[in-house]
């Protein structure tokens, strides 16, 4: 079975400060991989979402950025956090050609403070 | 652009039916889906539908599609305590799975 994780479950960074947030994916390969936030409001945006090594879409400009080193890695970084990147931050995944569901891990609450 | 609205709060008593309604704008959308969120949690994909369809039952579960009006349900039968959560309505865009417009979600309040 799939599973995806994402570490760490919570994290209060001071700003100005980088980050990173990984995101991996077990039991299948090569899948679309997709960061989305949360933000206190409750509604969900996609930030960005790739569908394979070093291929990065970007939904929305911001501080933040993506990477994916390897099949079922996603990173996101920011090198100087601002107090407006505090939130919920999501991964998820989606099966490639069938590319009708997306399966979320448990994601990462950030405080930048 | 795309949008999708719901209401914020619901509240039913054990036993009852709940029914969580959403509307959307982009008649494009080829999957329509509810989404659970529990407490601090992330989100737990319930029920989707595919656009061509008008209604999909899936245990207490009935998901109905009106298309003209742009409008989706989520009814849930015989509704519990364990169903307090918020409730994600979402549309797919460019016909992927994994790239979604998210309502704001309805919190569903179940009292005993």
């Known amino acids: 079975s799939q599973t995806i994780h994402q570490w760490p479950a919570t994290l209060v960074q001071p700003v100005g400060s980088p980050l990173s947030l990984e995101c991996t994916v077990e039991g299948t390969s090569n899948p679309n991989l997709y960061w989305y936030r949360q933000a206190a409001g409750r509604g969900l945006q996609l930030l960005f979402y790739s569908v394979g090594i070093g291929q990065i879409s970007s939904e929305v400009p911001q501080n933040l950025s993506a990477s994916r080193p390897q099949d079922r890695q996603f990173i996101l970084s920011s090198k100087k956090l601002l107090l407006s990147d505090s939130g919920f931050y999501l991964c998820?995944?989606?099966?490639?050609?069938?590319?009708?569901?997306?399966?979320f891990g448990q994601g990462t609450r950030l405080t930048v403070v | 652009g795309e949008d999708v609205e719901q209401s914020l709060f619901l509240s039913v008593r054990e036993g009852d039916s709940s029914v969580i309604n959403c509307t959307y704008t982009?008649?494009?959308?080829?999957?329509l889906y509810w989404y659970k969120q529990e407490p601090g949690a992330g989100l737990q994909l319930l029920t989707y539908?595919?656009?061509?369809?008008d209604m999909k039952q899936d245990q207490r579960l009935t998901v109905l599609l009106n298309k003209k009006d742009k409008h989706l349900s989520l009814r849930i039968a015989d509704t519990q305590t364990g169903d307090s959560a918020i409730y994600f309505c979402a549309e797919s865009i460019d016909n992927q799975g994994g790239k979604l417009i998210f309502g704001q979600g309805t919190e569903l309040s179940v009292k005993p």
């Open positions: 998820a995944w989606s099966r490639r050609p069938m590319n009708t569901e997306a399966f």
């Open positions: 982009d008649s494009s959308s080829t999957y």
């Open positions: 539908i595919f656009s061509n369809m």
